[in-house]
T-cell receptor, first 113, second 114 residues
């Protein structure tokens, strides 16, 4: 029973490029959460999605960031026109239902040059 | 708004000794959960222990136990018989019951010395 999968594990982008981070939840989980961890800080909530729906994006910057969780396939966190301040570790978590324990993926470390 | 404070940025402990990591939180809620997560150098977030606020009994998982003081809003983690593999960042986290957002502290970097 595979855990939460994230890829890539490491992503390097130049300023102005786009970054796409993927998350495959655990089998049977239809709730996905994205968190961002800046250097030397704890994880901060960004967005909560269910299949085909964004439930809460209150923690996501209004510009350049978007997330989706299509009916088929992984959840995608997309960052357009990346800037150096986007450099961070991005974690995905999943749960079988809202309020259940969340299981974290290994994270994607994004470095913007 | 809820906040979680970890006042010890770094700690070290000798192998086989006991160490306690501090965590305080601020909330007006009565029903919530508290967690300790371990983040080793691999950066994987690993749940160490979880406490429901309505339970008076302190949670225990093998060598890990908590001291939950609800009135004082304190939730410390005790690691007994420390092992080299315990070296990691430890994050304290809060979640209001019926919600899905973790509120994490800034972490304590623990180093176990041989």
């Amino acid at each position: 029973n595979a855990g939460v999968m994230q890829n890539p594990r490491h992503l390097v982008r130049r300023r102005g490029q786009e970054a796409r981070l993927r998350c495959s939840p655990m089998k049977g989980h239809s709730h996905v959460y994205w968190y961002r961890q800046l250097p030397e800080e704890g994880l901060k909530f960004m967005v909560y999605l269910q299949k085909e729906n964004i439930i809460d994006e209150s923690g996501m910057p209004k510009e350049r960031f978007s997330a989706e969780f299509p009916k088929e396939g992984p959840s995608i966190l997309r960052i357009q026109q990346v800037v150096r301040g986007d450099s961070a570790a991005y974690f995905c978590a999943s749960s079988p239902d809202a309020g259940d324990e969340q299981f974290f993926g290994p994270g994607t470390r994004l470095t913007v040059l | 708004a809820q906040t979680v404070t970890q006042s010890q940025p770094e700690m070290s402990v000798q192998e086989a000794e006991t160490v306690t990591l501090s965590c305080t939180y601020d909330t007006s809620e009565n029903n919530y959960y508290l967690f300790w997560y371990k983040q080793p150098p691999s950066r994987q977030m690993i749940l160490v222990i979880r406490q429901e606020a309505y339970k008076q009994q302190n949670a225990t998982e093998n060598r890990f136990s908590v001291n939950f003081q609800k009135a004082a809003k304190s939730f410390s983690l005790k690691i007994s018989d420390s092992q080299l593999g315990d070296t990691a960042m430890y994050f304290c986290a809060f979640m209001k019951s019926g919600t899905y957002k973790y509120i994490f502290g800034t972490g304590t970097r623990l180093k176990v010395l041989a």
